[in-house]
């Protein structure tokens, strides 16, 4: 398996940006980003296959987040998050994966701590 490594997240307001970056420990894997506000279920945010020619987003963030990934070395994937809402506050989760690719957490394999992302109104 693949190990991940989230950091970027933090404390903005609303309207503001923040970009997350996730560090795997292996080249070339399809990788996404998911997020889980308290109480609720882990939803997929969006995701980006192994050489960065595909890319998709869940509806509430389209226009909004770009998932991009590191060219050079394809084992670094960003989320720019742009436009923040209260309600993206979250912890945000990287998650790869060698082979699948979807919006649900089963579609992914290996996946990181998280980070907090918190915004204020």
């Known amino acids: 398996q693949v190990q991940l490594a989230e950091s970027g997240g933090g404390l903005v307001q609303a309207g503001g940006s923040l970009r997350l970056s996730c560090a795997a420990s292996?080249?070339?894997?399809?990788m996404g980003w998911f997020r889980q506000a308290p109480g609720k279920e882990r939803k997929f945010v969006a995701a980006?296959?192994?050489?960065?020619?595909?890319?998709?987003y869940g509806e509430s963030v389209k226009g909004r987040f770009t998932i991009s990934r590191d060219n050079a070395t394809k084992s670094t994937v960003y989320l720019q998050m742009t436009n923040l809402k209260p309600e993206d506050t979250a912890v945000y989760y990287c998650?790869?994966?060698?082979?699948?690719?979807?919006?649900?957490?089963?579609?992914?394999?290996?996946w990181g701590q998280g980070t907090q992302v918190t915004v204020s109104a």
């Open positions: 292996r080249r070339s894997y399809n």
């Open positions: 998650a790869a994966d060698r082979v699948r690719w979807g919006h649900e957490t089963t579609d992914f394999a290996s």
């Open positions: 980006i296959s192994w050489n960065g020619g595909r890319t998709d």
